[in-house]
């Protein structure tokens, strides 16, 4: 296989919250759905695989390019680490309305009760509306028995920590966290490879059917952390044509670059796969005797033998890395 960077075919997803900002910030084409809440843009979910959209493996699903080449796409470390499965999973998120109050499980009770991985995932705002907010945590010290008693009074809200937000925050959701997007966010999201979640409580919504949404009140009381944190937004220091550190996880590592000039990126040293999501602006990607067009929503993967790149801005340019650090 020669080593280019893969794009790949967004999946979209209709949502009950989902909204228009996919097609009108992102430029994507969510048609016919009447909204996007979610556009899956690199996925190894059984049956949500991405399929490759560019180069001489278009039309190949990721799954099957890794069967063929996992050493080659993966790194020889990820794949000691994790296995064939491709270890991510990478959105961008729509909230027109706020998401349901949620937790994920970890990788341990995942396994237990679902023969799966966890979600520890995180969070890079693209756009907010004014007033916008989420919820990460909880605002004050919980236990189990706290938790329920204000949940079965209805006043969860009351202990749940809520943050306004802007274009550029990032927070990052360990498995465990109770948290929600709040509407008016548009976000990348960068997460474990899994789809379980358990909802909490959903503003007692309908949907088309006139029905409410599943709650999963008893999974969530084994999968919560109780514990109270100073913060829960992720503080990180700007720069520019330099390698921001964003966040560093078992999981993924994430780095944020800010352009205004080319930038050469040598990855000998790194034993992985790296994810570029463009999140700001337009310019090239360029590698060896290639190059490929690159603007906000764009999102790519460049194999674990792609040791050598330089990123051109057309004006200013911003993306996020992300790779796994064995």
């Known amino acids: 296989m020669n080593a280019y960077p893969l794009k790949f075919k967004a999946i979209f997803k209709d949502k009950i919250w989902g909204g228009q900002k996919i097609g009108t910030i992102l430029k994507k084409d969510y048609s016919p759905l009447p909204n996007c809440g979610e556009t899956w843009e690199l996925s190894a979910v059984e049956g949500n695989v991405s399929i490759v959209d560019n180069g001489e493996l278009a039309g190949e699903p990721l799954d099957r390019v890794i ?3 996992r050493n080659e796409i993966l790194g020889s470390s990820v794949v000691k680490k994790f296995g064939d499965e491709f270890p991510l999973l990478i959105k961008f998120i729509d909230a027109k309305e706020d998401l ?22 995180m969070w890079y705002i693209l756009q907010a509306d004014a007033d916008a907010s989420l919820i990460a945590g909880f605002n004050q010290p919980m236990d189990k028995t706290s938790y ?4 079965n009074k209805g006043a969860l809200n009351n202990v749940l920590n809520r943050v306004s937000v802007h274009a550029g925050d990032v927070f990052f959701i360990p498995a465990g966290r109770i948290h929600t ?6 976000l990348a999201e960068i997460q ?26 008893q999974e969530a009381l084994d999968a919560l952390d109780y514990k109270y944190y100073d913060t829960y937004k992720t503080p990180y220091t700007s720069g520019v044509n330099k390698r921001i550190s964003l966040v560093q996880a078992e999981y993924f590592t994430t ?5 205004d000039q080319p930038l050469g990126l040598d990855y000998a040293k790194l034993d992985s796969f790296v994810i570029h999501i463009f999140t700001k602006g337009q310019g090239h990607l360029k590698y060896g005797d290639g190059e490929e067009a690159v603007k906000m929503g764009d999102v790519y993967l460049l194999p674990a033998t792609m040791k050598q790149i330089q990123i051109v801005p057309d ?10 650090e064995a």
Do not use: M
């Open 67 to 69: 069967a063929a080449h």
């Open 255 to 259: 780095n944020k670059f800010e352009l």
């Open 100 to 121: 349901s109050v949620q937790v994920h499980p970890d990788d341990e009770l995942a396994q237990v009760r679902h023969q799966g991985k966890g979600k520890t995932e």
């Open 192 to 217: 474990q490879t899994s789809d379980i979640t358990y909802r909490i409580y959903d503003f007692d919504r309908i949907d088309a059917e006139g029905n409410k949404r599943q709650l999963h009140t």
């Open 148 to 151: 329920l008693d204000h949940f």
């Open 181 to 186: 997007i709040g509407k008016g966010i548009l």
């Open 315 to 324: 004006g200013k340019l911003e993306l996020l890395e992300v790779y796994v």
